[in-house]
């Protein structure tokens, strides 16, 4: 069975502490990204990778760290730099190759920090 | 800034009846416009995605008209039912080689019986 794993489908931490989001992919995807979503704001992307051991910042990476050590593990560590972490985190891969850029998505982890 | 940009924010729509979702952009290297669907606590999944080298797409009830020269992109969903109810995402891509996409805000769409 063939996806994008997330895990927890819920998170909930005290402020100040750092905690880790999990994404495990069996697609053979080359490429995997972490997404950020907030009401009204749509999907802003935190950080991507397209091989292991790469990463990029995305538009707001700050607060955040990731490690690309598998293909198929792009996990992220919300830390607590971030001043505003609760929201809904999708993970994301695609595979890179010509000209396709089709993301599939996880089905997100609900963090809620107090 | 937002680079694509998507309205309306919400849109409610007797069941039957036509869907209009729209989009608009500035960057001309976007080259790649899909469209997603989420369901409430789900992630997003891809619906249909269109390429500028042709004005129009169809799958099933589901069409994206696409105008290269006002740079905007639309969404129409054919015989909307309730199960259509969800929020519909534009992106655009292309800018890089990193397959980055781009989000409008999304739009809350309910059919109604």
């Known amino acids: 069975d063939g996806g994008i794993t997330q895990s927890p489908k819920y998170l909930f931490r005290k402020e100040g502490q750092n905690v880790t989001l999990s994404c495990e992919q069996n697609l053979n995807h080359d490429a995997m990204y972490w997404y950020r979503q907030d009401p009204g704001q749509g999907l802003r992307l935190i950080y991507y990778?397209?091989?292991?051991?790469?990463?990029q910042k995305g538009d707001i990476a700050e607060g955040y760290s990731v490690s690309r050590e598998k293909k198929e593990s792009f996990p992220l560590t919300v830390t607590s730099a971030q001043k505003n972490p609760t929201a809904f985190y999708l993970c994301?891969?695609?595979?890179?190759?010509?000209?396709?850029?089709?993301?599939?998505f996880g089905p997100g982890t609900r963090l809620t920090v107090t | 800034q937002q680079q694509v940009k998507q309205s309306p924010q919400s849109l409610i729509v007797q069941k039957g009846g036509i869907s209009i979702i729209n989009c608009a952009y500035e960057?001309?290297?976007?080259?790649?416009f899909p469209w997603y669907q989420q369901f409430p606590g789900k992630g997003p999944a891809l619906l249909i995605a269109i390429r500028p080298d042709v004005s129009e797409k169809k799958e099933g009830r589901f069409t994206i008209s696409f105008n290269k020269s006002a740079k905007q992109f639309s969404l129409h969903i054919m015989d909307s039912q309730p199960g259509d109810s969800a929020t519909y995402f534009c992106?655009?891509?292309?800018?890089?080689?990193?397959?980055?996409?781009?989000f409008g805000t999304g739009t809350r769409l309910t059919v109604i019986p």
């Open positions: 994301a891969s695609s595979i890179l190759a010509g000209s396709t850029y089709e993301q599939y």
């Open positions: 960057n001309t290297a976007f080259d790649y």
């Open positions: 990778s397209q091989i292991v051991n790469d990463f």
């Open positions: 992106a655009a891509s292309g800018l890089t080689g990193a397959n980055n996409l781009f």
